[in-house]
């Protein structure tokens, strides 16, 4: 009394098939690419100003970017090197109407800060 059957199914062994390992392009070979994206736009806040006259920018930048991309855009976009960039996640926050009661939310994101050299600026404008 079996109720499967008494014969097992043998499988036939499946062709591999062999994937190619995705290119990832070196930061030299993209040496010309566009890198508009990264930089979104400068933060203007209180602090960002008191920051900028010891030669700190911020800026908020894209959630993929990287220090060096970063560093190569403020070279293409303002003609400066930068000395050094910090990068601080920006959390995601829930908020709340006090008038209506509804929820929100805030998107998160990505600044960097870029330290310049003393003698260099930015203008933003």
């Known amino acids: 009394m ?10 036939e062994p499946k062709p591999e098939v062999v994937k190619a390992a995705p290119v990832r392009a070196n ?6 690419s566009s890198v508009a994206h990264v930089l979104k736009n400068p933060r ?3 602090k960002a100003s008191m920051h900028q006259s ?19 855009a403020i070279r293409n976009t303002y003609k400066v090197s930068p000395r050094k960039i910090r990068i601080v996640q920006i959390p995601v926050k829930q ?7 509804k929820r929100g939310i805030k998107t998160g994101g990505k600044k ?14």
């Open 44 to 46: 203007i806040t209180e």
């Open 54 to 72: 010891i030669g700190v920018y911020t800026f908020d930048v894209a959630i993929n970017a990287t220090k060096t991309q970063i560093a190569e």
């Open 112 to 125: 960097a800060y870029v330290y310049l050299t003393s003698g260099e600026t930015i203008t933003i404008a």
């Open 2 to 11: 079996a109720f499967f059957g008494s014969r097992k199914k043998v499988e």
């Open 95 to 101: 908020t709340r109407s006090t008038r209506t009661g």
């Open 27 to 32: 930061s030299a070979s993209n040496a010309g």
